[in-house]
């Protein structure tokens, strides 16, 4: 009775595919896979050389278990330690050198032979297995570096605006799981391997045993392939579902504890929270149809055999009966290598599974490492040497997509070297998108930034932007000491400089209150320091950079009064010498400035010193004389609250 080809060819195709399927596409993820391969052949050979010892030992041991099991079923003589006439057994009987070695020697001689080599075989195939683990696991581990390097390097290469467009969720999770997922496809992949050379050895031995039973193998392996055939799409499918919700998940956590102030003061928490749970249903729910699919093969897996093996009690009466000798050690052998053959099939069907579900992680790997539809930054280009002139700004216009109004539209303007410029005007109107310009943050969709008559495109953005000291509203520290979040970018930064910086943005004074003073550790985001402390802080950064351009992007906003006004004493220092873009909300910080801009809708409408705008009349005027009166309603309120007058709290008591 001949199998049908296709019946073994199928089942082996689709194996070979799912196995080398994904080494073999143009991804990223594959490239530097092979890449790897190649630089760390030592650990493939090794790999594959264990797999086949392995296999090896695993055959000869069968081999051992017959001869042991023939040896104990042949009936003992009244010598009890006579030789044993070996000429009748199958095995030996192709063996002719093996004959001639152990013909004539007494049974326990022959035992004692067959339990060291049984004990040999055993110390062979566990050491074979040893060692493939540790490679496999060493090769793992150098691709599990090289993704985790990769991925980081890929973020950091997006141009900012791409970079931007992802949630910080999904950037998270595709650094925490693209290296497992590497992982557990090179992991996979190799135990498959040793268990495909397992069955193969496992076939010859049944296949020597009996080609007729070995049908009824056949018959096992073809149904778990079938089966087997229809659950892995299913199971790639609900991979991919799972693996959406998992990240969705895991964005909502990352987001709903950075904005762990907004949903304080919003009363959201329990809204939140909610939110959570419904989406964790959703994974849950997810989760139970993945075991339903992945968990079916098992029960088909543990009751073939048995069924089999009730197959094989009958039949082997009829295959092995008309034998004179070695009936029982073939069936003994048989059953077990079946057997062994069956966990072999499950742990390929296991492994075949493990690689499915791992699809949506490979999957999201490739997606990231993948330049399609991304931006990078700028590399390369002219060095910055310094500023030796001036920085011109020549009708430059900027829309951040397409779709959406221009954020700024036929802006002229200088920066000359040594000058402050202040930017003033609504919120929205185009003044940080003019500060973003100049960062390199994003490039202009119109007209040119010039850097003493050079193109800032034509520049190399990093010099350029080394060169650079940015204090903004949302001031970012590191979970670092202060000494250390200081003197980021400045690796040179001795001690005495970071506390001069330090001092000169008003700072040193609340760190001298600290425990630990410049070495106390900030916390997340800095969440130790107050709006305004995390301020001075951003500024002693940027004065300590000795930046080419101070730009100031509503430096002091969370500052007091009292505080303010010492920072901005310093700042004047320190603008005598430095070229300075301010972007200011309260006009009073700028009035000495030696040009101020007024914008609105992303165009600048107004521009000169104070004193010649408010002659003019205009809007900075406007805008001054609003201030003036919001302030004067401030501190009218201050002077009259209830809390402040001494007559009220005599009067409560």
């Known amino acids: 009775m001949a199998v049908p080809p296709a019946l073994i060819l199928r089942p082996l195709r689709e194996l070979v595919r799912s196995l080398l399927g994904p080494y073999l596409d143009p991804q990223p993820a594959s490239r530097l896979i092979r890449a790897t391969a190649r630089q760390q052949w030592r650990l493939i050979t090794l790999n594959f050389g264990t797999s086949l010892v392995e296999a090896f030992s695993e055959g000869v041991t069968l081999a ?3 001869l042991a099991v023939d040896l104990l079923s ?39 032979i067959m339990m060291a080599l049984a004990v040999l075989l055993q110390a062979t195939q566990s050491l074979s297995h040893y060692l493939n683990e540790v490679s496999v696991g060493s090769f793992a581990a150098r691709c599990n570096a090289l993704i ?7 973020i950091l290469s997006l141009s900012y605006p791409c970079a931007s467009s992802y949630r910080v969720g999904d950037l998270t999770n595709n650094a925490l799981e693209g290296p497992e997922a590497v992982t557990k496809q090179i992991t996979s992949t190799s135990r498959i391997l040793v268990q495909v050379l397992l069955t193969a050895t496992y076939l010859v031995v049944l296949i020597a045993l009996s080609p007729w039973l070995l049908l009824i193998a056949a018959g096992l392996a073809v149904v778990i392939s079938l089966i087997q055939q229809q659950l892995l799409p299913r199971i790639v499918r609900q991979a991919q579902r799972v693996t959406d919700s998992k990240l969705a998940i895991s964005t909502r956590i990352t987001e709903d504890i950075q904005g762990l102030r907004l949903l304080h003061s919003s009363g959201q928490l329990d809204a939140a929270d909610c939110n959570l749970r419904s989406q964790t249903r959703e994974l849950e729910h997810g989760l139970r149809r993945q075991s339903l699919l992945i968990n079916i093969i098992g029960p088909f897996s543990s009751f073939l055999p048995i069924a089999a093996m009730a197959m094989i009690a009958v039949v082997s009466l009829v295959v092995f009966g008309d034998r004179s000798t070695g009936v029982l ?19 390929i069907a296991a492994n075949l599974n493990s690689i499915a579900e791992n699809s949506g992680r490979f999957e999201r790997l490739n997606d990231i490492l993948s330049p399609k539809g991304k931006q990078y930054r700028r590399q390369g280009g002219i060095p910055f040497q310094g500023l030796r002139s001036a ?35 609504a919120s929205g109107a185009g003044k940080s998108s003019i500060a973003d310009l100049l960062v390199g943050l994003y490039a202009p969709t119109a007209g040119r930034i010039l850097i003493d008559r050079t193109d800032l495109n034509d520049l190399d953005l990093a010099s350029w932007q080394q060169r650079l000291g940015v204090v903004s509203q ?6 670092a000491s202060l000494a250390e979040n200081i003197a980021y970018g400045c690796p040179w930064a001795s001690l005495d400089e970071i506390e001069a910086a330090a001092g000169t943005a008003q700072a040193l004074g609340f760190i001298e209150t600290l425990p630990d003073g410049m070495a106390t550790v900030m916390g997340e985001r800095g969440y130790r320091l107050s709006g305004g402390q995390r301020q001075r802080i951003s500024l002693a950064r940027a004065i300590l950079r000795n930046p080419e351009l101070l730009i100031l992007d509503e430096a002091t906003s969370a500052l007091d009064s009292q505080s303010e006004h010492l920072v901005q004493q310093a700042l004047e220092r320190f603008e005598r010498q430095h070229t300075v873009l301010v972007i200011a909300h309260r006009l009073s910080t700028i009035v000495n400035a030696d040009l101020i801009g007024v914008m609105e809708q992303g165009q600048i409408v107004e521009r000169g010193r104070h004193g010649e705008l408010l002659a003019k009349d205009g809007h900075y005027a406007h805008l001054w004389r ?16 209830p809390s402040v007058i001494p007559i009220h709290s005599k009067e409560v008591r």
């Open 626 to 641: 609003l201030q003036a009166s919001h302030d004067q309603a401030l501190q009218y309120s201050s002077l009259t609250s």
């Open 64 to 66: 051992v278990i017959f």
């Open 391 to 425: 920085i011109e700004i020549q009708g430059v216009g900027l829309r951040y997509a397409p779709e959406l109004p221009p954020a700024l539209e036929q802006i002229n303007l200088t920066l000359a070297k040594g000058s402050t410029t202040a930017l003033v005007g």
């Open 329 to 347: 050690p073939s069936l003994i052998t048989f059953v077990l290598a079946l057997q062994r053959l069956n966990i072999r099939l499950s742990g």
């Open 148 to 154: 985790t390097a990769r991925i980081h390097s890929e």
């Open 474 to 479: 949302d001031t970012f520290l590191f979970n």
């Open 74 to 112: 042949r009936p003992v003589s009244a010598a009890g330690g006579a030789a044993i006439d070996w000429a009748s057994n199958p095995l030996l009987g192709r063996f002719p050198l093996l004959l001639e070695l152990i013909t004539g020697l007494p049974r326990l001689t022959v035992f004692l």
